[in-house]
């Protein structure tokens, strides 16, 4: 039997609990998977048992695509391979872990200010959803209420509801202190 030498993992995690998904991707990597592409909702690797790789997260939409390498060679000066990047805006960096490190060489924000300018710009784009949300909600209840519709109508509501609550929720926690 030939041993399998990628995969693709389906998973999704909230913007606002990154860090699950760093501990999840390092977990893999002592297991032997390497991520080659991050993805919202699903991940591709590569088998490799001889490395174990620490992973970063940063979330920056407002990236021109000319500005693209200066954002990168910043990383790698500070020993981060570039893997790959999401449509929304996520990037997603790797470092080779050495035990003889402390924790502080994994972490991309060296201080508070720009963890929090990385957390205000995913709170802009979940602001503006929400409001885009909740107006389409309110739009389906008048029409559900006033024009009699079908009780799909009513569903679409309250499942857009339920997004809108989520991302509020998401919004909330991003900007909590201990974040």
């Known amino acids: 039997m030939k041993n399998k030498t990628t995969k693709t993992s389906y998973r999704a995690y ?7 998904e760093l501990k ?6 002592r297991e032997g998977w390497q991520l080659v592409k991050g993805g919202c909702f699903h991940s591709k690797y590569t088998r490799d048992d001889g490395a174990v790789y620490r992973y970063a ?13 200066r954002y990168r060679e910043t990383f790698e000066e500070q020993g981060w391979e570039y893997i790959s990047s999401t449509f929304n805006g996520w990037h ?5 872990y050495d035990p003889a490190l402390q924790e502080s060489a994994y972490e991309i ?3 508070d200010e720009s ?3 990385m957390q205000d710009r995913w709170r802009r784009l979940a602001l503006v959803l929400c409001i885009l949300d909740f107006g389409a ?5 008048q029409i559900f209420f006033t024009n009699g519709a079908r009780s799909a109508t009513l569903v679409i509501a309250l499942l857009g509801l339920a997004l ?3 991302l509020l929720y998401g919004w909330y926690r991003m900007g909590r202190k201990e974040y």
Do not use: C, H, I
């Open 137 to 141: 909600v309110a739009a389906n209840f």
């Open 115 to 117: 963890l929090r300018q």
């Open 24 to 29: 999840a991707l390092e977990e893999k990597s």
């Open 14 to 20: 909230f913007a606002w609990n990154y860090q699950k």
């Open 164 to 166: 809108g609550l989520l």
């Open 92 to 96: 997603y960096f790797r470092k080779a």
């Open 57 to 69: 997260l940063d979330y920056n939409n407002d990236l021109k695509p000319e500005d693209m390498a």
């Open 109 to 111: 924000y060296t201080d």
